[in-house]
Structures are given as structure tokens and as C-alpha cells.
């Protein structure tokens, strides 16, 4: 990918990419293991960016998918654990300065316990927001991605999507998105199939230019 690039639209993943929150679901996958005798480890690396059914189907697919979707969906939300959830460096501003129809948020995380934390972090809930929940086959499969652009009525191959982890890149690629990646929470080797590398969305800036829009770098070398 050269930068400066044009798009029309940009559609984050959120957890790794707008807000730093991947501790809580670490805990709580962690509970939820230790209570099923289901091995941790497998499941830290393979969760991120995957909805909760996808996940538990891959560790325990001799669990009902669904049924322990909802155990996990309800642990999340009881534990009201918001306290060190922050925005990243940047993201307010660089969100309340794009329009809202060039903006979306596709996410793996549950509908409920991912608007409490944009609210928790106080950044704006966008007009197009697509959960775990509203997906029947998530990342790395394309249709997140696909639906945040039908969403906001733009093409994808118009789009850019800025995402943290794997199944993430993989699924804005093969909907056919260029595809950015900061290295928040995952290792840079993991994610050597962007067409981008950067730290984190502060490298990014990103300008309304009327009917589209254009991202560079700030002011610094990059990787990949």
C-alpha cells in the first residue's frame, strides 16, 4: 500500500484498534476456561478478532456453541471490570472529524458489552455498528466487513479497514478492503498479510477531503 492513499469509507475493528480493552476479555475467557477444563492457552491464540461462538466451536466443540456464548456474553457484562478501559492516543479527535457516513465499526465482541465500553471511553457510537451478534458467520469470513459497507453505502473496494489481529485481516481482505494493521495486541509477525503495518491509529492521519478521503502516515518510517 502507498500512502498518501484516497478512500470513501474506513471501518475499524474495535477491540486492538479503537479502544485498549483486550484484558478484559483475556480475565474473562480465562474464567470461563478455568470453570469448562478447557485449555487457556488455545484459546489466547486464537480469540482475538473471532466472534465468541466461532472461538468456542474451534476450543470446545463438544459445547453448545450458543448456549456458552450467552455464559460468556454474561460474564462479560457482570463484571462491570471498566475501570483501566481507555481509548487509544488519537482516537477521539480523529473519529469526531470524520463524517458519519464515511465511518463504521465492525466488531466481534457482543452488541452490549462493546457499546458499554465506547460509552465507558465516551467516543461516539457510529451510525453503521456491526457486533458479533449481528453476523451469522464472523471474521475471518468477509461479511462484517461487506455489511459495515452495504451499511454505509459504499463499495469496499472503496474502503479501508484498520484492524489488530489475523482473522481481522483476513476477513477485511477477502471482502476485498485494503487493509491496515496496528500492533497493539497482537505480534508484527502475525500480521504480515496487511498491506500495512503501523503502531497505532495516532501514526495515522487522516483527512475529510470532501467526496473522499485521504490517509498518510504522521511523520514517520512504517513497516511493510
Known sequence: MILPLTCDAILFDLDGVLIDSNHIYEKQWSIWAGKRGISYPHIQKIHHGRPVTETIRIVAPHLDPYEEAEA????LLASNDLEHVHAFPGVASLLN???PSRWAI???????SALQMLRHVALPVPNVFISGDDIGRGKPAPYPYLRAAWGLNQQIDRCVVIEDAPAGIQSGQSAGAKVIAVQTTNHPNTLIKADLIIDTIA??????AGTY??????SKEVDN
Open 106 to 112: 465492525a466488531t466481534s465482541a457482543p452488541r452490549p
Open 72 to 75: 460468556y456474553r454474561d460474564g
Open 97 to 99: 472529524n470524520l463524517p
Open 213 to 218: 478521503l485521504r490517509i498518510s502516515v504522521n
Open 203 to 208: 501514526d495515522l492521519h487522516i483527512e475529510d
